[in-house]
């Protein structure tokens, strides 16, 4: 009798704990910590949702777009807004090599090659590669012929920009600060200030790259996927 006692006992204490709670004197007190400050306990802070920039509406009114849930996580769990200011800036950068990988791979599609328009005839001469011999190849094919020099060019060209985004800020060198400006919070915003046209800069030209950024995404991955494996991509292409 005493060892049913006990399990009937360990069995109700069992239930209690996946039984729902009522609302106590802890829960509200954790309410009163959120609307009531003391000296000793500090308010409950909430952040606020961190608009994306370049979020279209997806239905009806509101800004919805794929990917909200984990854009909220890492702007107000994980991180700040500060923290979408760098996506965005990611974003842009992608967007814009994206753009020009579009327009490379089209070009290349269509003939339109450095062997008719440059001067010199070879890209390199230490290696034997002339832009003819790219020319009668597909863009993958001639991607994976430039030599591996050309690509260290390429590199050191994208570091550049990339260092002088992060020493500079409004155009000049940043020398006696203990943390760059780029890797400072907001730091990194995609705006080199490189504008030799002096074309004004608005909300909607920057939606619009943006805009073209994401589409150039998508078109290069569909082109590449295409070349490689002949089908894959069911969509008529302009070659």
């Not at 769990?77 to 996506?87: M, P």
């Not at 950068?93 to 010199?120: C, E, N, W, Y």
């Not at 002088?164 to 780029?182: C, F, M, N, Q």
Request: hydrophobic content about 45%.
């Amino acid at each position: 009798m005493k060892i049913t006692a006990l399990c009937l006992t360990a069995l109700v204490s069992a239930s209690h704990a996946f039984a729902p709670s009522t609302p106590s004197s802890a829960s509200s007190s954790a309410r009163a910590l959120s609307t009531e400050s003391t000296s000793d306990v500090p308010l409950l802070q909430i952040k606020e949702k961190v608009p994306c920039f370049g979020a279209a509406p997806f239905i009806g009114d509101n800004d919805v777009f794929f990917g909200e849930n984990y854009w909220d996580k890492l702007t107000m769990e994980y991180g700040s807004a500060e923290t979408g200011q760098y996506l965005r800036a990611a974003e842009l950068k992608h967007g814009r090599a994206a753009m020009l990988a579009v327009v490379g791979f089209a070009l290349q599609k269509l003939g339109v090659t450095f062997d008719k328009i440059s001067p010199h005839e070879y890209l390199s001469v230490t290696q034997n590669v002339k832009f003819a011999d790219l020319a009668a190849m597909g863009p993958l094919q001639a991607v994976q012929a430039v030599p591996l020099e050309g690509y260290a060019q390429v590199f050191a060209a994208i570091a550049a920009v990339e260092i002088y985004e992060l020493t500079h800020r409004d155009g000049e060198i940043k020398r006696d600060e203990s943390v760059a400006p780029g890797l400072q919070p907001g730091g990194l915003t995609g705006d080199l200030g490189w504008n030799p046209l002096d074309i004004k800069i608005t909300e909607d030209r920057r939606l619009k790259e943006i805009q073209n950024g994401r589409a150039a995404m998508f078109a290069i991955c569909a082109w590449v996927a295409a070349e490689a494996v002949p089908g894959s991509v069911p969509l008529p292409l302009p070659w």
